[in-house]
């Protein structure tokens, strides 16, 4: 049920992926200066951040779909910033949910525990009532730089939609000259030529 958007044909994808380069990626714990950033690093602004954010903690938007595990929560659940107290800016009933679902850190918690199988924008909503799975989640709605995007596209689905695509675009554009010089372009986006 999500938007469509072209994609740009002849990128170069690498031949071979590391997981040390996952790190180079936002994990999900940083303030919404470190992720802004971050993304304009890479040439993306303030509304990319809101729109996308969030996927491995890139594509924050996107996660009105999908799922994140029980141990990324963790410390929010139990121990935030040392305290020994859960994340005060989880709603309680939010909160006695996510400890009953995650009593093991190997389940899974969908990342819009509204409408976990529709691309909608009940994510924002969510944010609204302090129901961000992921710190970096809920804090676009309390940074004086994000929250009125947020707020935005909570109440305009055809805005998310549209800027989704669009930004969608703008992060599939963003190259790694390593994969240009070594990369190719693939006959089946799912896996390399040879």
């Excluded at 996107?62 to 963790?74: D, K």
């Excluded at 935030?80 to 679902?101: A, C, F, M, Q, V």
């Amino acid at each position: 049920g999500g938007p469509f958007w072209a994609i740009p044909f002849g990128r170069k994808d690498g031949r071979v992926s590391l997981a040390k380069e996952a790190a180079a990626v936002p994990m999900g714990r940083e303030s919404i200066t470190q992720l802004i950033e971050f993304f304009q690093s890479k040439g993306l602004n303030v509304l990319d951040l809101v729109v996308l954010s969030d996927k491995t903690n890139w594509f924050v938007g996107a996660h009105t779909i999908g799922r994140s595990s029980c141990e990324s929560l963790q410390y929010r659940l139990y121990d935030y910033k040392g305290t020994k107290k859960p994340d005060p800016s989880i709603n309680p009933e939010y909160l006695n949910y996510l400890r009953r679902k995650c009593r093991w850190a190997s389940e899974n918690v969908y990342l819009d525990a509204t409408s976990p199988n529709k691309f909608d924008t009940q994510y924002y909503h969510n944010l609204k009532k302090k129901m961000g799975l992921l710190s970096t989640d809920q804090l676009l709605y309390s940074d004086s730089r994000t929250k009125p995007i947020a707020d935005a596209l909570s109440f305009q689905s055809s805005l998310f939609s549209n800027q989704f695509g669009v930004s969608m675009v703008k992060l599939a554009n963003i190259l790694d000259f390593k994969s240009q010089d070594n990369g190719e372009i693939r006959i089946n986006c799912n896996r390399v030529n040879y």
